[in-house]
């Protein structure tokens, strides 16, 4: 299987801070990497695929980058609906895994 | 627009079968797309169950594969979950979710889950 490891597995911050969420995969997945927005009892919601490419209706302030096992979720303005938990998932091996998730909070 | 939604017995005994439907309306089950059961048990991440294509292939998460049976039925737009023998272990909020090939396979459209206790 391939292990995705996401850190930080937390993090505090304000409103209008810019944060980076890290994934690494366990093994070279090119750009196969997605990420996704979870709200409490809600399913979660597709941010990015690809590494980069914005899901339509994704506001511009998130961001993707990276390929291959080092890829960079960034959120540059953080707004109050941003505090959430947010996972990466590959898509280039079965089984398909998720890394363990980030809970943004508000600091 | 594609909606799917979850449904099934909320409560399971021990080692009997959990089964669960996903019916997807707005549109039809489609070559492009796969479908997938996922996952969450409470306060826990997100663990891939295994998907179905429309030719009825599926792929199995190794960690369950032998107690797992994913189907389709075009004629209902249903794609089904049974997994044999549960235990507590299998009590989580379980997900249907559509994978795009073009959109390199991400989860694209999730359904809003549903919740499955195992006990007696």
């Known amino acids: ?107 | 627009q594609v909606q799917l939604q979850e449904s099934g017995p909320g409560l399971v005994k021990p080692s009997e079968t959990l089964s669960l439907t996903c019916t997807v309306s707005g549109g039809s089950i489609s070559r492009d797309s796969s479908w997938s059961w996922i996952r969450q048990p409470a306060g826990k991440g997100l663990e891939w169950v295994g998907r179905i294509y429309d030719s009825g292939s599926t792929n199995y998460n190794p960690s369950l594969k032998s107690r797992v049976t994913i189907s389709i039925d075009m004629a209902k737009n249903q794609l089904s979950l049974n997994l044999s023998g549960a235990t507590g272990a299998d009590t989580a909020v379980y997900y249907c979710a559509r994978a795009m090939s073009r959109a390199f396979g991400a989860f694209d459209i999730w359904g809003q889950g549903t919740e499955v206790t195992v006990s007696s």
């Open chain 1, 1 to 107: 299987d391939t292990q995705m490891t996401q850190s930080p597995s937390s993090l505090s911050a304000s409103v209008g801070d810019r944060v980076t969420i890290t994934c690494r995969p366990s093994q070279n997945i090119l750009r196969y990497l997605n990420w996704y927005q979870q709200q409490p009892g809600k399913a979660p919601q597709l941010l990015i695929y690809g590494a980069a490419t914005l899901q339509v209706g994704v506001p511009s302030r998130f961001s993707g980058s990276g390929s291959g096992t080092n890829f960079t979720l960034t959120i540059s303005s953080l707004q109050p609906e941003d505090f959430a938990t947010y996972y990466c998932q590959q898509s280039f091996t079965t089984p398909r895994t998720f890394g363990q998730g980030t809970k943004l909070e508000i600091k």
